[in-house]
């Protein structure tokens, strides 16, 4: 089985349908939550556009450990920097998967925080688990849309807002 074949194809699939997502997103609405636990419009938005470049980390590290502050959080204002950060990362994460190969996807992969282990998986695990939260914040992004009267644009199929495939 070509593995990474399949998740570059699933990544390119995912991109296409977020970046329809990002295309209507309304700046206007960064600060919006449905909750007080809820995350922000953009930072939700933010959170998505950087998972695309996941694959490329766990490709290219063995761990992310947060209190090393190797990783922050981009800072991001508008539907243009929102856009253009998935680009950026959705290139990145692609040119990793068609760099690596299938031996690859055995090695571990772990998150950490000050050293504490707090999941630790292959790296084909990781990338799936990558591939599943594009899915996940997707659809938390697409109730926000919901709930501000926001067209949906379909995801794997048409949506009540847009009948084409």
Known sequence: MDTLSQFKNELEAEYRTTRKFFETYPDEKNDYAPHEKSMKMLP??????????????????????FASGDYQPKQLSTREDLLQTLDQNFK?????????????????????????ELAKWSKYESIRHALNQITHHRAQLGVYYRINNIPLPGSYGPSADYQAF
């Open 44 to 65: 939700l938005a933010t959170h998505i556009a950087e998972i695309f470049e996941w694959p490329n980390t766990m490709l290219t590290t063995s761990e992310l450990d």
């Open 92 to 116: 990145s994460g692609k040119e990793a998967l068609e760099k690596a190969n299938e031996n690859d996807l055995t090695a571990t992969w772990a998150l950490k925080n000050n050293g504490e």
